[in-house]
């Protein structure tokens, strides 16, 4: 793992494969190896770059709350640091937020999205609640909760579960409950997606149960230049589920 210090947070990252810039941002309450399954099939086409979002994986952790624009805002500067002016960016579920969140501060260094298991709009405020309330056990009891009950929403891979459990068991209740308020702060992103000049990809699920298939139609009815792929018998997790078709539809950001 590279190692570069962004925002004033140490920021850890994965590079590899060569061709055009490509930042694959992890979703909650995760990190960059659920890319693992994917990279393989994107390096010789793509010069990858794999962080751990900050609070997550071997990231360190401000301590403090924080919005997804400033996890943007990381990405961003990481960019600097790579002397990268111009990159497609890839997020799954809250790293498609992430992405979002990019693409709204600096629609200039945008040269594809790619929204994966992801939606554009904000949190009604029902599950805002949920979030906070979640943020709150995390913080006091720590990740087992949250580990315990989200593999089998995440996926209906049992092959797949246990090595999900584990992740999510690694990483820190403080940037998982961080994260968790963040996500319930997000704006809603649907009227950027029509002003969106770019190359937007979409990968779904149809059986995802936590983010409905019709969230990614509504993405691709409302941008330019869009393209729906819909992996039947695919989950919340696509990359790890089905990798190779994720991998064929994220080459579309080259």
Avoid: C
Wanted: aromatic letters at 6%; proline letters at 7%; glycine letters at 8%.
């Amino acid at each position: 793992m590279l190692k570069a210090v962004v925002n004033g947070i140490a920021l850890t990252y994965e590079r590899r494969g060569s061709g055009t810039p490509l930042v694959l941002i992890h979703g909650y309450p995760l990190d960059h190896t659920i890319w693992e399954p994917v990279a393989p099939l994107l390096e010789n086409g793509f010069d990858l770059i794999l962080p751990d979002l900050r609070g997550f994986g071997q990231s360190a952790s401000p301590g403090t709350s924080y919005l997804l624009a400033d996890l943007a805002a990381d990405l961003a500067a990481l960019l600097n640091t790579l002397k990268i002016e111009k990159a497609a960016l890839a997020g799954h579920s809250m790293g498609g937020y992430v992405a979002l969140a990019f693409a709204r501060a600096y629609p200039q260094r945008v040269r594809g999205l790619g929204l994966v298991a992801s939606q554009a709009i904000a949190d009604p405020p029902e599950k805002k609640v949920a979030r906070y309330a979640t943020a709150k056990r995390v913080e006091a009891d720590g990740v087992n909760e949250v580990a315990g009950s989200m593999p089998a929403l995440l996926t209906s891979n049992v092959d797949l579960q246990p090595r999900i459990k584990q992740l999510i068991l690694r990483q820190r209740p403080a940037g998982v409950a961080a994260a968790l308020r963040a996500m319930a702060e997000r704006p809603d992103s649907t009227p950027l997606l029509s002003g969106f000049e770019f190359p937007v990809v979409i990968v779904h699920g149809v059986a995802d149960q936590i983010m409905p298939i019709e969230r990614a139609r509504d993405v691709k009815a409302a941008v330019q230049n869009g393209h729906l792929i819909e992996l039947e018998g695919a989950g919340h997790m696509p990359m790890m589920e089905f990798p190779r078709q994720t991998a064929e539809a994220l080459m579309l950001l080259r």
